[in-house]
């Protein structure tokens, strides 16, 4: 299976946007923000570049497989910037003053949504599957049944699955920790096997 290279960089003409935006527009304590220097980011972004290349193939491997879908392109861009209160698949940026042990979980999570965006899984699918969660929820259960087998059944690392519950709880959005639990009670490998007659039908 061809997988795509993951390129992860520090980058610098979208973080100006960001350290502005933060500054200025947002609460939470982020006007009291201190932006890292160019050489911290550039260490920092170093080191989430080593950290990622000890999973990467194991995961992108795992991902793929287990949901039966492939990425449709060679080179997925990950933009690292200074600070911001939200990461996000598209484009794919993720904000360097997350810690390094969480930066698997959250480009793992990212990756996921691409794999979906990439396929044409669309809302309307997980909309069917789930018709009485909101759409958060809706966009969440799959993905955190797959990141549930990724954690388990690949790594091998249940502190990580910990740390993504954990960093659930404390969202201010309940949706995210809902999809948790709707995974929890009907079971990451059933909710998979689901998705997967689920999306053959639809192609």
Known sequence: MKLPEIKIFYSRLIDPFFVGYNKHYLNND???????TQEEILIKTKKLREEWGQYEEKILTAICNVTELKFKRNIID???????????SNP???????????????LTHE????????????KNIFMNMFPSETK???NHIMLHAILKHVYIDILKNESKLK????????????????????????GYLNLIEEF????????
């Open 163 to 186: 740390d993504n519950l954990e960093k659930s709880r404390k969202h201010p959005n309940n949706d995210y920790l809902k999809a948790w639990e709707i995974v929890e009670e009907k």
């Open 92 to 106: 794919l940026i993720i904000s360097a003053h997350n810690s390094i042990e969480n930066f698997i979980n959250t």
């Open 78 to 88: 990950v933009h690292i910037v200074s600070g911001s209160p939200r990461d996000m």
């Open 196 to 203: 997967k007659k689920t999306t053959r039908l639809n192609n």
């Open 111 to 122: 990756l996921i949504h691409k794999l979906f965006s990439d396929n044409k899984i669309n």
């Open 136 to 138: 958060i929820t809706q």
């Open 30 to 36: 982020w006007d009291k923000w201190v932006p890292p």
